[in-house]
């Protein structure tokens, strides 16, 4: 039944001593559809489980056109100089349409992507926001086993990929640029009010006195917001990710963040609560993916169509039946 | 099994003859959580289905304080005096939190809720958007066959409650306010392009110049979103709900759009469309609620959490591991 999958033990065994070839081929079965893929690596994951969760997750959200490439790059070079292995994943419910706008290019992140202690991956394509945040979390866990103990996680910064990206990671950087008018124009206040740090990017040349009135506006903005469960208060930082500014703050920052949420015991708290949410959402797809495509329903689901479309039955009752059918013993 | 539950058959002539009793009861069955009263409201509103969709069905959304209320009551008012009876619904997935903030006080809505002519009903409380949107569809069609021919859905206007009255409604009209700064700021892009229809509110006094520039800037940006299906070219009026101006011209406006959408077919099809959308959230809907009352699988998934929490399975595992042992025959 396996096929020509590999051992299932040594392949989890040199994904652990880092092997890129391997990691590469997990995430390839991750976002496979195939039954066969998908039982393999869900095996690998059990295995390696229990060496996972050891890097810290950073999300990185903003609109598009903020500068996230750019500064994913510049802030990833800067971790490996500090001897960190570095993970960068995105989430993109949209690639397929778009054609993989984000990380699709890795032209953008040209060092990054060729450094050996980097590992990119672009953002599955072709499924639902459900789907491709479940891929993710899953990659999370594979480059965690395989050594890479920071990851940045990359949203497209509009729908609900914001809020995916949230609940994945342990530290939320928003980044915005400082615009002509008001300040807080375009951006959600949900994800204003979710980030663990605001970074004005471009804060150079004739943009250095905008940033500093975006980032006064944006600190007096957040001091509206409730102390957050975390006890940790959102800085924001200017920087340019062009010229390589402001990175080294930025880093600093999110370590101290770090330094108080493992004391306080937040950190933990937040990742068990993760791991249940993770469940849950895995729950919710499992059991919609089994009901939607069963082959006993497909007949049943269209007849009833045509007795909802011709008023004959209510559309809810036409629901109850098709459950209660697929329910059947 | 039916208790003290009328006859089935009884029940559905006299909410046919528009009783307004009946009509009461019936809602309150819809939003039950009791099975004997879904299972009788279900069959009702099978009975019932070949006399409902006669009514235009109108979606109105806005940010809070915008004056949707004070619209409802004057618009309401004025259909009555032309010989309508008009429904008035909610989608108000937050009103356990809020105490019931829309509707919940019919004092807004003083003339319109003591109206023979009217039916004003409050957002089912304490459910997720999901069971709101469901709700809310089914008391429109209670509603249509109790022959009231207008029906008013109101939304609460955050989150994504105005995507759920979009979903159900023939027509989508968006209320805003002129502001000081930036016409376009802190309405959602994709509501906008929703939009059958624009109106600015609080078009009084000193506001009127306001609101005649914010209705030429909502013109423009409108000519920037693709045409739409339904070949209709959203107009932006300028209304004081509160000193009933410009009311009479909306109603003309959708009467206009109703008889476009109906001579192009329009109409129809979207009705179908919807029709397939409600079966399928309501499939949604009645898994996921299989699923998570589920007595067998309560026990299973407090063990499987435990083991998720401790690294020894993934949450993705334990998802399948539960999902399979719901379908176990």
Redesign the interface.
């Known amino acids: 039944m396996k096929g020509n999958l590999p051992d299932v033990h040594d392949f989890s065994e040199r994904l652990k001593k880092g092997d890129r070839v391997t990691l590469g081929r997990a995430i390839t079965y991750v976002e496979s559809s195939l039954s066969a893929h998908q039982e393999f690596i869900?095996e690998v994951?059990?295995l390696i489980?229990?060496f996972?969760?050891n890097a810290i997750r950073i999300g990185i959200t903003g609109s598009p056109g903020v500068g996230k490439s750019t500064f994913v790059e510049t802030f990833g070079m800067h971790l490996i100089s500090l001897g960190h292995k570095v993970g960068v994943l995105a989430v993109d419910p949209s690639s397929r349409q778009t054609g993989g706008s984000i990380l699709g290019d890795k032209t953008r992140m040209m060092q990054l992507s060729t450094s050996k202690n980097a590992f990119v991956r672009p953002s599955p394509a072709g499924k639902t926001l459900g789907g491709v945040a479940?891929h993710t979390?899953?990659t999370i866990?594979l480059c965690e086993a395989a050594g890479y103990d920071i990851i940045l996680v990359e949203t497209v910064g509009v729908g609900q990929s914001e809020t995916a990206v949230y609940e994945m990671t342990d530290f939320y950087l928003l980044m915005i640029l400082a615009g002509a008018?008001?300040e807080l124009?375009g951006i959600k206040r949900g994800v204003v009010e979710l980030a663990d740090m605001i970074v004005v990017n471009k804060s150079d040349g004739d943009n250095v006195s905008l940033a500093q009135k975006a980032k006064a506006a944006y600190t007096n903005a957040l001091h509206l917001f409730p102390a957050k469960e975390s006890q940790w208060t959102p800085p924001v930082l200017t920087a340019s990710a062009l010229k390589n500014k402001g990175i080294e703050a930025i880093w600093h920052q999110i370590q101290d963040y770090q330094q108080l949420v493992k004391e306080n015991d937040y950190f933990k708290i937040h990742r068990?609560r993760q791991?249940?949410q993770?469940?849950e959402d895995?729950?919710?797809?499992?059991?919609?993916s089994?009901?939607?495509s069963s082959e006993k329903l497909k007949k049943a689901i269209k007849k009833?169509?045509k007795q909802?479309?011709d008023?004959?039955?209510?559309?809810?009752?036409?629901?109850?039946q098709?459950?209660l059918l697929?329910?059947q013993?």
């Open positions: 869900q994951l059990n489980m229990p996972t969760g479940q979390r899953e866990l008018g008001d124009q068990q791991l249940l993770w469940m895995a729950m919710h797809l499992e059991i919609n089994h009901f939607f009833s169509k909802v479309l008023l004959k039955i209510t559309p809810f009752f036409a629901a109850k098709m459950v697929f329910l013993k």
